[in-house]
């Protein structure tokens, strides 16, 4: 029995891993500037755009999943798989909403700034998209369903959003922030109506 619940908390352990790594990365860094009454924007654009611990928390993620998927008996598996897939995605909504609420709180709570941020911390937005795009990469064997095309579409639109800032800010810095943050709107809208329509599958 421990040997078994072992073997679920790893998995476990490892999802938690990209909001323990940025939040530990983020006080250390916080400590060093001066520990204030909110978190100092440089902080959090450090945090957002380090590659490493985008790199860390998305291995970690994937290795849990894995994990997870291995550990399920043989019979299984291919439920496991599924279940997996729509836990990567949950897990990149999380991400997406608490790196949006630490924007605002680097912002000192003022909303524009707080789309600024996320749109200029990459990883806010990248690391959730690459979360969804491999939650449907996980799926080869299944058929597509129009939910799974959604799914594929928000990521799309998430990873544009930095593309966007990047690319048509250096034309007009608020060009750039102005599709960002339709993008980002678009894929939310995406995300809400394709929850929308999985309830209404299982009312149905």
């Not at 908390?9 to 860094?29: N, R």
């Not at 911390?121 to 990248?126: E, L, N, S, T, W």
Request: glycine share 6%; net charge neutral.
């Amino acid at each position: 029995m421990k040997s078994s619940d072992n073997k679920e908390d790893i998995p476990f352990l490892l999802f938690l891993v990209p909001f323990a790594i940025s939040g530990i990365y983020a006080i250390y860094l916080w400590a060093q500037a001066g520990l204030s009454a909110t978190l100092p924007q440089t902080v959090f654009l450090q945090v957002t755009e380090n590659p490493y611990v985008f790199l860390v928390g998305f291995t970690a993620v994937i290795f849990g999943a894995v994990m997870d998927i291995l550990y399920a008996e043989p019979a299984l598996r291919k439920a496991k798989v599924i279940q997996e897939s729509t836990t990567i995605q949950i897990i990149a909504v999380i991400a997406l909403v608490l790196g949006g609420l630490c924007a605002w709180y680097a912002a000192g709570f003022d909303p524009g700034v707080a789309a600024s941020n996320v749109l200029a911390g990459r990883y806010v937005i990248v690391f959730p998209a690459m979360l969804v795009i491999f939650s449907f990469l996980m799926l080869p064997a299944l058929t597509i369903r129009k939910d799974q095309t959604n799914i594929v579409a928000i990521a799309v639109l998430l990873l544009a959003v930095p593309l966007a800032v990047d690319e048509i800010g250096k034309r007009s810095f608020f060009a750039g922030m102005g599709v960002g943050l339709i993008l980002l709107i678009a894929a939310g809208y995406l995300y809400l109506r394709n929850q929308t329509d999985k309830r209404k599958t299982v009312a149905a």
